[in-house]
């Protein structure tokens, strides 16, 4: 960006959660025409959130209404991720309080992702559709890599969920812990779990523990983004639904439930919603403007 062109406005919402203090923040620049790559990484260090969100014209044959479709582009404080699935609720949420609720298009890195923002007593609410998920096995070498970087014995993963690399627009190792406790007790190597996920190409660790046949609580460690938590993960809850549908830990057809954040004093909720004979994750939360 030129020293003569004007910063554009840099937005702050979170997403997950009605309440500005839960759920996770995200930086949303609705207009990023003006700005290069460089422009985007500093915007996004300087605020300091997992990911924010960048705004261009969409791309031609995208389809969509005028001014409700477009590129959008997810940078962390250290690097560009192919997508994000809070930044994508908030950037829907931000757009729909000046365009009003309905459907959005927007292209990622990752694919086509649409999004459905309702609202229902004064809150927003939107629903993103995923690209299409797939799952792989991990490597034993690289699964006690990963339990020794946690700090995690093996013996505290739940059996029931074996664990698994998660795609859904972006990947992430899934691993369940035995107890809340166990989730709760959250102090990791960054350095060495950080040099595991980018030889793994992971976005995050999704890390849960099941309270109920459709009730999970996560937590993701995100160092390769240069932050030790996020508070509340879009893309993983895709991941995580493809996953456990994929496992058949719940039916083809449901609706689950994921707690996130409370661990950091920022609660967030995601509702993940798997439609049989869709492949397809749809993930939904609220969102709201950070003053």
Not at 134 to 154: C, F, M
Request: charge should be negative; glycine fraction near 8%.
């Amino acid at each position: 960006m030129t020293t003569n062109t004007p910063m554009p406005e840099v937005l702050r919402y979170t997403a997950f959660s009605s309440d500005p203090d839960g759920g996770n923040p995200a930086g949303v620049v609705l207009d990023a025409t003006a700005l290069d790559d460089s422009d985007m990484l500093a915007i996004a260090a300087d605020l300091g959130y997992s990911e924010s969100a960048f705004l261009t014209a969409p791309p031609e044959g995208l389809g969509g209404q005028e001014r409700r479709a477009y590129s959008i582009r997810y940078f962390s404080p250290k690097a560009e991720v192919p997508f994000c699935g809070h930044a994508t609720v908030a950037t829907a949420v931000a757009l729909a309080e000046r365009t009003g609720p309905g459907e959005l298009v927007f292209a990622t890195r990752a694919g086509t992702v649409p999004v459905e923002v309702a609202e229902a007593g004064g809150t927003l609410r939107a629903t993103l559709t995923s690209v299409e998920p797939h799952i792989e096995e991990i490597a034993d070498a690289d699964l006690t890599e990963a339990l020794a970087a946690l700090g995690w014995p093996a013996a505290d993963l739940d059996p029931a969920f074996a664990p698994r690399i998660a795609f859904a627009g972006a990947r992430h190792l899934v691993l369940a812990a035995a107890t809340r406790a166990r989730l709760a007790d959250l102090a990791y190597d960054f350095a060495r779990l950080e040099a595991l996920m980018h030889r793994l190409d992971l976005t995050t660790v999704q890390l849960v523990w099941r309270e109920s046949a459709t009730v999970f609580h996560v937590r993701d460690p995100f160092p390769v983004g240069g932050v030790v938590e996020d508070p509340a993960t879009g893309a993983a809850a895709a991941a995580f639904g493809a996953y456990a549908r994929h496992l058949g830990l719940v039916p083809e057809d449901a609706v689950l439930t994921l707690h996130q954040g409370a661990d950091l004093g920022r609660p967030g909720e995601l509702t993940v919603t798997l439609r049989a004979g869709d492949t397809r994750v749809r993930v939904t939360g609220a969102g709201a403007r950070i003053s």
